[in-house]
């Protein structure tokens, strides 16, 4: 491991916490973004609203302000809501907003709007026949969508996931201004410490390169096998 | 002003002229900002998206080089080295520009302004590579030259295929532009840090600025439609 002023084992850490913190948003980022677009083409009228006010508000504001948000104001929540319990039931309940956990939330709260989008003009590539003649063959609404639906809109919905993904990646470095010891923030108190930015800097950004590289070489991986018996080149 | 409007101000204490004030502030200085980086990030991403599509590797590569590097990597970082390492330059601090980077706003405004121009000169990569090759022809055989054909055909249509990617950017460059607070420029999210340590009040000073965010944000968006209906007036179907 590069020494970097005896920096280099702190860095290694930091960079496995923005790998776990990518890789949970991205799972959180998932479930809201199917949960997405199931309520974007359901009947119920209500699930489209607040779906579609959900995509709005996530459109419309910066990440950055989201994640301070939810940072201060949900511990406020958590604490007028621990007081409210303690007075009214007597229950004990505490629970502290850390960088960690406020950065998942925000980023796969962001992320999910995204990928209702692509997951909602997924579905929508599926060939309605593919569905009839599931429903004719007797599945059930939930094996239609596991057996039929999810194979088929994958290899639409891929091309966007890894995107998303490569956006989210670069995203997880807001989370170093709310306090989260990630590769970032490991970097700027070194660098501030020792006055020397790119020394600290420049390997840091190498990793975010690192890890983009990596990310298309698995997203071009998936794609291929994603698109196994599709005839490429038809007109 | 509406009279439930000054009643409602005359009875909180947070949204006093004072911390509107700053808000204002920060509105100018945001609006500022993003408007800077995205004029000059425009002016730089043409001539370097025609580069990006010489067919000379020596001409091309180096503009590939530059928008992998800016697309890899977070803006957040690039702001840090702008802003940390400027001033480890040796010999920066006794000229003149030292005067302008000392500001906080020249670093990034030439951190945001280098980012969103690697991601212009992708946008506008792409549109100039789909240019129909009948139109290139067609422009030859009129006998137009080089210049005259990127001016008066390549460029117009390459820009009609990238407005819509491009208000992406936009959008996403004003979304960007929250992190100068980190920096201490008092943008609008700056503003609203400072509002909210003053008052221990996150709703109120973060949903404020959200707001303000979300105005901007679908002012852009209006007025990206519009432009977009104007430049693709031709392939409105007849009548319409």
Do not use: C
């Amino acid at each position: 491991m590069i020494d970097l002023k005896g920096y280099g084992p702190e860095l290694a850490q930091g960079a496995v916490v923005t790998v776990e913190l990518a890789l949970l948003s991205l799972l959180l980022a998932l479930f809201l973004g199917l949960t997405g677009a199931a309520a974007k083409l359901s009947a119920s009228r209500v699930a489209r609203t607040v779906a579609t006010v959900y995509t709005t508000i996530v459109r419309g504001v910066p990440d950055l302000v989201m994640m301070l948000l939810l940072y201060y104001g949900g511990q406020v929540m958590v604490n007028n809501l621990s007081d409210w319990l303690y007075e009214q039931y007597q229950i004990d309940w505490f629970f502290q907003f850390d960088p960690f956990i406020s950065g998942i939330l925000t980023i796969g709260l962001i992320f999910g709007a995204y990928m209702a989008e692509t997951f909602r003009g997924a579905f929508l590539a599926v060939e309605t026949g593919q569905i009839e003649a599931a429903r004719a063959y007797g599945f059930t609404q939930w094996h239609t969508f596991r057996r039929v639906m999810v194979p088929q809109m994958m290899r639409h919905a891929l091309p966007g996931i890894g995107n998303n993904w490569q956006v989210l990646l670069k995203t997880t470095a807001l989370v170093s201004i709310i306090g989260l010891t990630d590769m970032v923030r490991v970097a700027e108190e070194a660098a501030k410490a020792e006055r020397s930015p790119f020394l600290f800097f420049i390997p840091v950004a190498a990793v975010y390169l690192a890890l983009t590289a990596v990310s298309e070489l698995f997203i071009k991986w998936l794609n291929r096998r994603a698109n196994v018996g599709v005839v490429q080149g038809e007109g | 002003m509406p009279e439930f409007i000054t009643a409602w101000l005359d009875r909180n204490e947070i949204f006093t002229a004072m911390t509107l004030l700053e808000y204002w502030q920060g509105l100018v200085n945001t609006v500022q900002l993003v408007f800077l980086s995205l004029v000059i990030g425009l002016v730089v991403a043409i001539p370097l998206a025609i580069l990006r599509n010489s067919p000379r590797w020596w001409v091309s590569g180096p503009v590939w080089i530059y928008t992998y590097l800016f697309r890899g990597t977070p803006l957040l970082i690039q702001l840090y080295i702008i802003y940390y390492g400027l001033a480890q330059i040796p010999g920066i601090q006794d000229t003149f520009w030292w005067n302008i980077f000392r500001e906080p706003f020249y670093p990034a405004l030439l951190a945001f302004t280098l980012n969103t121009a690697a991601y212009t000169t992708e946008i506008f990569r792409g549109a100039i590579a789909a240019t129909p090759q009948g139109e290139i022809e067609a422009a030859k055989a009129y006998g137009m030259s080089w210049f005259l054909r990127l001016y008066r055909i390549v460029l117009p249509s390459a820009a009609r295929r990238a407005v819509q990617a491009y208000s992406n950017e936009v959008i996403f460059m004003l979304h960007a532009s929250a992190i100068a607070s980190v920096v201490t420029i008092v943008d609008l999210t700056g503003a609203a840090r400072n509002i909210y340590s003053r008052f221990y009040a996150p709703f109120d000073a973060f949903v404020a600025v959200a707001l303000i965010y979300m105005a901007l944000t679908f002012l852009l968006v209006f007025a990206f439609r519009k432009l977009e209906n104007h430049l693709l007036k031709h392939q409105r179907p007849a009548g319409g």
